[in-house]
């Protein structure tokens, strides 16, 4: 697992439930299902960083 991630979720277990549990601002999607183009992956890292700095969804 990337660990950007890791550090950002704080250990695997927490990574674990974040990739696998539906993301409203996905879509309802499940993260670990986007990772396999560059474009979902993008999405769910511009998630992450949006939620970093305070943005809601």
Not at 3 to 14: E, I, P, T, V, W
Not at 36 to 48: E, K, R
Request: include cysteine; glycine fraction near 12%.
């Amino acid at each position: 697992m990337d660990h950007d991630f890791l550090k950002r979720a704080g250990d695997s277990k927490a990574a674990q439930r974040c990739l696998t549990q539906p993301v409203k601002g996905l879509g309802g999607e499940l993260p670990i299902n986007m990772i396999a183009s560059s474009d979902q992956t993008n999405a769910v890292l511009d998630l992450i960083g949006g939620l970093e700095h305070g943005v809601l969804v």
